[in-house]
């Protein structure tokens, strides 16, 4: 196991520090573009161990009433839609309830990420 040891910043190398990991990000971002592009031209990549290509995600998009059909027949199958079906925050914020009712169906979980915003 190692130890890492957390180095405290002064607020003026802080600021370097996130200069720097803006311009590494763009400069990153900048490579992928690059890379797409000879993909696009040339076919997949393949750099020591690692093959740089597209890939296929899914995802699905339902009709809001065939959504309320697909949680009927799975109720149906004898299965809790809900063991199998999420809501996602913005629908949850969409419900405009407060806190003290949303509490009464579960409970709240909040996590932090560390990112920039604009000021």
Do not use: C, H
Request: net charge neutral.
């Amino acid at each position: 196991m190692s130890t890492v040891e957390k180095k405290v910043l002064t607020n003026e190398e802080a600021m370097k520090v996130a200069a720097e990991v803006e311009r590494l990000e763009a400069a990153v971002k900048q490579m992928k573009a690059d890379l797409k592009t000879y993909v696009d031209q040339n076919g997949p990549l393949q750099a020591g161990d690692k093959i740089w290509n597209y890939s296929t995600t899914v995802s699905w998009d339902f009709d809001p009433q065939r959504l309320r059909e697909l949680a009927l027949n799975i109720t149906v199958e004898g299965l809790n839609p809900w063991e199998l079906l999420t809501l996602p925050a913005a629908s949850i914020k969409k419900l405009g309830w407060d806190e003290a009712a949303l509490l009464q169906y579960g409970n709240k979980k909040e996590s932090k990420r560390f990112d920039s915003k604009k000021a």
